[in-house]
């Protein structure tokens, strides 16, 4: 059986070598262009592993060009892993694999099909997520299921925390369905319907915190877009400030001051735990621990407690366009 692999982000890597590893025959890794890939969040590089195990790596701007179609057909794939890819694959890119093509989903599909499950599920307040191993189709994330696994989210857990469970879950299931697709079966179910519409891409725009909502929603909305994303953000004194993190205090706390208003220092003998008060719109409030200024000048612990911004508020820079807003 001839295997390829197509795949740019981080966490297909994992899954990746682990075959390799176990010595399965790869016959070719398709990856982004750099210039292509370091406009890709959470994007890794390919190579090193490449290299060391001796596979050869091609590198694509579009998967779906007539180009990398004439690369597949060249490879003569007998089946490929799509993992940690972000451009959906035409029917004349999947048919140039003669059993098929597999993908990998973080979400229980059919739920949460389309962009950023883990983001929007994180933004939701969602207590769950998983992963889905699938055949893919010319549909939206809507081939036959293969193998599924819950992911339990805690309050504590990040985009970055939660793609690391999907980085590891893509190699279990790889693992595990791999000796029945190397006897000749096709394993799979029908998804059946969707239980709504395909969730929609995420600019870096959306990430502007709105102040007057619950202090929860902001909590949920900085760690679904903290770092590999670009970051949630506000504005302070008209520029631009990323909040990479941040800590909850209940609306119970009822703190006094309006929304965006920085209530003073967050003072800890913990460098971890220093930083500013926000206020949020249900009384709430949250605690910045970590920022970034528009110089890219990053700011945590004691240095952002010090700061004085005390009875300053945090909101929309009138300057923004409407289409930030």
Do not use: K
Request: with cysteine.
């Amino acid at each position: 059986m001839r295997i390829g692999w197509i795949g740019v982000h981080r966490e297909g890597l994992p899954a990746l070598r682990a075959l390799l590893e176990r010595g399965v025959a790869v016959a070719a890794v398709i990856t982004l262009r750099p210039e292509t890939a370091s406009r890709r969040s959470g994007a890794a590089d390919y190579r090193p592993l490449c290299e060391w195990c001796g596979v050869a790596l091609h590198e694509v701007a579009n998967i779906n060009d007539p180009a990398s179609i004439e690369l597949l057909r060249r490879l003569d794939l007998d089946l490929v892993f799509v993992i940690g890819w972000n451009q959906i694959l035409r029917a004349e890119t999947l048919a140039q694999a003669r059993i098929g093509m597999i993908g990998a989903h973080a979400s229980l599909l059919p739920s949460d099909r389309g962009r950023a499950p883990i983001n929007w599920a994180l933004i939701r307040g969602a207590e769950r997520t998983g992963n889905t191993l699938f055949w893919l189709t010319a549909g939206i994330d809507a081939g036959a299921i293969i193998d599924q696994v819950t992911i339990p989210i805690s309050p504590y857990d990040t985009c970055d925390s939660i793609y690391r469970q999907v980085a590891i879950s893509n190699r279990d299931m790889i693992l595990r369905t791999l000796p029945a697709l190397q006897a000749g079966e096709r394993p799979g179910r029908p998804q059946g319907e969707a239980p709504g519409p395909p969730l929609p891409g995420r600019r870096p725009e959306d990430g502007l915190i709105d102040w007057t909502r619950p202090s929860a929603g902001i909590y949920n909305t900085v760690r679904a877009l903290t770092r590999p994303y670009p970051g949630a953000f506000s504005f302070h004194e008209g520029s631009r400030v990323t909040i990479w993190q941040c800590a909850l205090i209940p609306a119970a706390a009822h703190v006094r001051a309006q929304a965006g208003e920085v209530v003073g220092p967050m003072i800890s003998p913990s460098q971890s735990a220093c930083g500013q008060v926000v206020a949020c719109g249900d009384g709430g409030g949250v605690v910045l621990l970590e920022i970034e200024d528009a110089a890219g000048h990053v700011v945590r612990g004691r240095a952002l407690s010090d700061l004085c911004w005390t009875g300053r508020v945090l909101g929309l820079d009138q300057r923004v366009s409407a289409s930030t807003r």
